[in-house]
């Protein structure tokens, strides 16, 4: 299993980054993934998840209509649109694979994770 991030960055406080998880190794469209987030000094936690076939989608509340999340699973990809980002969204987004085909389940495989920064 491999998971590669991209799409962090620099952004100002309101701006918008669009994160991708792009993914191998096994079946993606088989397994439910997600998005956790860990800022400096404090624990991973939870940002957002979908199910194998995309119908279904969560959210952490502080993220709740302002982050979107998305797969193609004919291009192996996840996504997370983010909006009008705050500095509290400043953290390390990591991509993960669950071992089920929906949410809520146990994340068995990590990527390296992609650091967004924001700031004025």
């Known amino acids: 299993v491999q998971l590669v991030e991209s799409g962090g960055g620099l952004a100002q406080p309101g701006g918008s980054l669009r994160l991708s998880c792009a993914a191998s190794?096994?079946?993606?469209?088989?397994?439910?993934m997600g998005w956790f987030r860990q800022a400096p000094g404090k624990e991973r936690e939870f940002v957002a998840a979908?199910?194998?076939?995309?119908?279904?989608?969560y959210y952490a509340d502080s993220v709740k209509g302002r982050f979107t999340i998305s797969r193609d699973n004919a291009e192996n990809t996840m996504y997370l649109q983010m909006n009008s980002l705050k500095p509290e969204d400043t953290a390390l987004y990591y991509c993960?694979?669950?071992?089920?085909?929906?949410?809520?389940?146990?994340?068995?495989?990590w990527g390296e994770g992609t650091l967004v920064t924001v700031s004025s």
């Open positions: 993960a694979k669950s071992v089920a085909s929906v949410y809520p389940s146990r994340m068995d495989s």
């Open positions: 190794g096994f079946t993606f469209s088989s397994y439910a």
């Open positions: 979908i199910s194998r076939s995309g119908g279904s989608k």
